[in-house]
């Protein structure tokens, strides 16, 4: 079965760029499905960050679009996010989950990697 | 963009119990765009229904979904001891395409 694991530095300065790898294993990232970002600021609710599919469109919340880049690495079967200019109000634990075409829902979730903006 | 207003904000049941969570949108959101999830302190969320009503792989039968254009619920029949948890519905929006959150209703013993 698919299983997704999160990485990347747990401490990014503010002004900085969080980077975060998800290695996908057991499937393909060229499977017909969606791969996208969720992050969630402690004690807070979720919010949707993007997703792309494989075939390289990418879809991201209006709130962030201007500092999100989703990507992926077909050779690695990984996907990437970056997020630029952060603050501490981008303080969250990110993760990365499948969205399976004509789910629009996410059925396999990472286990999540925390991420703190401080100096 | 479309709101999602789960309540209540806190649900206080027994074990065996029934649970009733709703989840309200600010405009109409097709069935198909519907779902719902539960997530345990230090977890990822994990799905339980998508498209409204429709069971994830693995999902006991005693939870299942109903509901249409802005209104939908969440029903445990039976509480089981695993059951109390945070429950949030999501929705997708296609203009532009977006997922949104409710803000979750805390399932807890009584």
């Known amino acids: 079965q698919v299983q997704l694991q999160e990485s990347g530095p747990g401490l990014v300065k503010p002004s900085g760029t969080l980077s975060l790898t998800c290695a996908v294993s057991?499937?393909?990232?060229?499977?017909?499905?969606?791969w996208g970002w969720v992050r969630q600021p402690p004690g807070m609710g979720l919010e949707w960050i993007g997703d792309l599919y494989h075939g390289g469109t990418t879809n991201y919340n209006p709130s962030l679009k201007s500092r999100v880049t989703i990507s992926l690495d077909k050779s690695k079967n990984q996907i990437s996010l970056k997020l630029s200019s952060v603050t501490a109000a981008d303080t969250a634990v990110y993760y990365c989950?499948?969205?399976?075409?004509?789910?629009?829902?996410?059925?396999?979730w990472g286990q999540g990697t925390t991420v703190t903006v401080s100096s | 963009e479309i709101v999602l207003t789960q309540s209540p904000g806190t649900l206080s049941l027994s074990p065996g119990e029934r649970a009733t969570l709703s989840c309200r949108a600010s405009q109409s959101v097709s069935s198909s765009y519907l779902a719902w999830y539960q997530q345990k302190p230090g977890q990822a969320p994990r799905l339980l229904i998508y498209g409204a009503s429709n069971r994830a792989t693995g999902i006991p039968d005693r939870f299942s979904g109903s509901g249409s254009g802005t209104d939908f619920t969440l029903t445990i029949s039976r509480l089981e001891p695993e059951d109390f948890a945070l429950y949030y519905c999501q929705q997708y929006g296609s203009s532009p395409p977006m997922y949104t959150f409710g803000q979750g209703t805390k399932l807890e013993i009584k």
């Open positions: 057991g499937g393909s990232i060229s499977s017909n499905n969606w």
């Open positions: 989950a499948r969205l399976p075409f004509y789910y629009y829902a996410m059925d396999v």
